[in-house]
Structures are given as structure tokens and as C-alpha cells.
């Protein structure tokens, strides 16, 4: 599966969108990218995943650029419970190879 | 959402006993569910893919005589940890499958904390 880079740490503020960046130049035709999150000491929260359109569900939006070498995951309205490590994951299939992630704390 | 629960959520044991976790599907059956790791700030570690009546697959370097695993239902993978010694102390979580490939969304338990004195 493609490698992603993302940055290690954000902050961002109660209230405002999160915009949350992820390189993955080498993603293949068929890989999906996958964001989820890990709030500290529970298990991991699928958020949303897309292919090469921008998707939209009830937590986030993803945007996916044109040549899918990264894409945005969006937090339209922080709220200090989005506090979390996010992971960004390219899979074609069912197994997911989790990175560092982003540590994103959402402050008051 | 679907839900996967873990049992127990915190363990501790003294070494060299055997330890076993359970993962459950509880709104839906899953044919594959995965085990991971988690040291203290780090990323999850796959550990094995468990298919429902068949054996795991293991990720490279994950003994598999020491992590056994039982997919014994399409609604329940264990993962036993046995003659367990504090280098497994760790947090472990499992995940269980929605859909079909290629749109598969996982959903995770909540992770049981194991702690080998």
C-alpha cells in the first residue's frame, strides 16, 4: 500500500474549520484514501474515505486533488471533543497500514 | 454506527500465565477482523488477519504460537496471549469489517490495556 505523510501536529481553534493535509504521490489507481481517528485510549473512529471525487458525511469532508497525490480531510466546526490523532490511509483492500498521523488539539 | 466491543478492557497478569481478549461484532457479522498493537505514543501495529473458520494470517515478525487467535464465529475473534512477559504489555484493539472491498470501513473496539507484571 501507498505511504502518507502527514504533519505531525496542529492546532486549531473551538469553532473554526480544521483543515488537515496528507500527502500520498504514490497512491495507485485502485487505492482508496481513508481518514480515521484515535481519540487518547480508545480505539480508532472511521471518518470518511473516497477514491478521487470529494466526499461529504456528517463529521467531515474529504478532498481529494485531481491527480490524488494528497488530499484534505475538513473539520467544519471544531469542537474541543475532535482533540484526537488523525490518520490518513491508502488501501486498496482491507488492510490498513496505520502511520503517525496528525495530533490535532482543538483549543478553547 | 456499527459496534465492536473487547473484553476485557483492562488486564493485568503476572508472567508467564495466559491472557485471552475477546472481539465481538455486536450488530453485525464480520467475516475478517484484524488485531493490532499500540505501544505508548505510537501508531497501530497490525498484528493478524482473522478470517471467520479459517486460521490467521499473520504480519511478518507476529509469533503466532505466542498470539493465538480464534475466529470461531462471524460475530467473535480471541486473541490469546500466551505465557505472557512485560515486553507484551501494550494496548491491544481489534477492528471488524463493513462492506466490501474496496469501500471497506473498519470499525474498532474500544482496545484492552494488558499489563504483565
Known amino acids: 500500500d501507498a505511504k502518507t505523510t502527514q504533519p505531525p501536529s496542529m492546532d486549531c481553534a473551538e469553532g473554526r474549520a480544521a483543515n488537515l493535509p496528507c500527502n500520498h504521490s504514490?497512491?495507485?489507481?485502485?487505492?482508496?484514501v481513508y481518514w480515521y481517528r484515535q481519540i487518547h485510549s480508545q480505539g480508532p473512529q472511521y471518518i470518511i474515505h473516497?477514491?478521487?471525487n470529494n466526499e461529504t458525511n456528517e463529521m467531515a469532508s474529504l478532498i481529494i486533488t485531481e491527480d490524488r497525490k494528497s488530499s484534505t480531510l475538513i473539520l467544519p466546526h471544531a469542537t474541543l471533543r475532535d482533540t484526537a490523532v488523525y490518520y490518513c490511509?491508502?488501501?486498496?483492500?482491507?488492510?490498513?497500514?496505520f502511520g503517525g498521523g496528525t495530533r490535532v488539539l482543538v483549543k478553547p | 454506527g456499527a459496534v465492536v466491543s473487547q473484553h476485557p478492557s483492562r488486564v493485568i497478569c503476572k508472567s508467564g500465565t495466559s491472557v485471552k481478549i475477546e472481539c465481538r461484532s455486536l450488530?453485525?457479522?464480520?467475516?475478517?477482523m484484524f488485531w493490532y498493537r499500540q505501544f505508548p505514543k505510537k501508531s497501530l501495529m497490525l498484528m493478524a488477519t482473522?478470517?471467520?473458520?479459517?486460521?490467521?494470517?499473520?504480519e511478518q515478525g507476529v509469533e503466532k504460537d505466542k498470539f493465538l487467535i480464534n475466529h470461531a464465529s462471524l460475530t467473535l475473534s480471541t486473541l490469546t496471549v500466551t505465557s505472557a512477559h512485560p515486553e507484551d504489555s501494550s494496548f491491544y484493539i481489534c477492528?471488524?469489517?463493513?462492506?466490501?472491498?474496496?469501500?471497506?470501513?473498519?470499525?474498532f473496539g474500544p482496545g484492552t490495556r494488558l499489563t504483565v507484571t
Open positions: 482473522s478470517n471467520e473458520g479459517s486460521k490467521a494470517t499473520y
Open positions: 450488530d453485525f457479522q464480520a467475516t475478517t
Open positions: 490511509i491508502v488501501a486498496a483492500g482491507n488492510k490498513l497500514t
Open positions: 504514490t497512491i495507485s489507481g485502485n487505492e482508496y
Open positions: 473516497g477514491l478521487k
Open positions: 477492528s471488524a469489517g463493513l462492506g466490501d472491498s474496496p469501500t471497506y470501513e473498519q470499525y
